[in-house]
């Protein structure tokens, strides 16, 4: 059974503070691996498509990271306004199913 | 403006009721899907869509059905078999086969009273 395994659950940080989330997975066939963020009672907002291991990408003080079993999202010099919480999802190879982990929510205190 | 909508934001449901949730999206996608999210927890799938009359159960179906008579439109009726119907909902439609991302609407907040 296809398994997205997001890690810590829950992140507190000071501000300036540099840390990383962890998203594995276990999926027969990954066609993408999508980062998103979503604040509370709202809908995910998107960051990242991974594609391949090795990829990486940034967005100004976020960068996602892709291996064969797990990426990474590494939250550099975090500010108050970067507290939300990260959901990580895996799109199929062969068909359009979209699954997400249960999340890491940050907070970040100033 | 191109986007996904969904509709009541919020909805309140005696027991034993059915309930449907609208979400409609311009973005020309084909494939929908819908998600139920509980407090403190993560998306799980509940249905998702590909093309026009065809839709595929994701992780917890059961007590849920939907249809898919127009691209655009992806409806999803909570049913009175649903046990625990309280929840957040959310709608996300998706280009096909590319690997484009998912555009997510503002979500239901549905509450059994």
């Known amino acids: 059974e296809d398994q997205v395994t997001q890690s810590p659950e829950a992140l507190r940080l000071q501000e300036g503070e540099s840390s990383s989330l962890n998203c594995s997975y276990t999926?027969?066939?990954?066609?993408?691996l999508f980062w998103y963020r979503q604040d509370p009672g709202k809908g995910p907002e998107f960051l990242f498509t991974?594609?391949?291991a090795g990829e990486e990408k940034e967005k100004e003080r976020l960068k996602a990271t892709l291996t064969k079993k797990e990426s990474f999202l590494h939250i550099t010099a975090p500010k108050p306004e970067d507290s939300a919480t990260y959901l990580c999802?895996?799109?199929?190879?062969?068909?359009?199913?979209?699954?997400f982990g249960a999340g890491t929510t940050v907070t970040v205190r100033a | 403006d191109g986007g996904i909508t969904q509709s009541p934001k919020y909805l309140f449901r005696k027991e034993g009721q059915n309930v449907t949730l609208s979400c409609e999206q311009n973005?020309?996608?084909?494939?929908m899907y819908w998600y139920r999210q509980d407090p403190g927890q993560g998306l799980r799938l509940i249905y998702y869509?590909?093309?026009?009359?065809d839709f595929q159960k994701g992780d917890i179906a059961e007590g849920y059905s939907v249809s898919r008579e127009k691209k655009e439109s992806f409806p999803l009726t909570v049913t009175s078999a649903q046990k625990n119907p309280t929840a957040f909902y959310l709608c996300?439609?998706?280009?096909?086969w590319g690997t484009g991302e998912a555009f997510f609407g503002q979500g239901t907040r549905l509450t059994v009273v």
């Open positions: 973005l020309n996608h084909d494939a």
């Open positions: 999802a895996v799109q199929h190879l062969n068909d359009y199913k979209l699954s």
């Open positions: 999926v027969s066939g990954l066609r993408g």
């Open positions: 996300a439609s998706k280009e096909g």
């Open positions: 869509s590909q093309i026009v009359n």
């Open positions: 991974l594609y391949s």
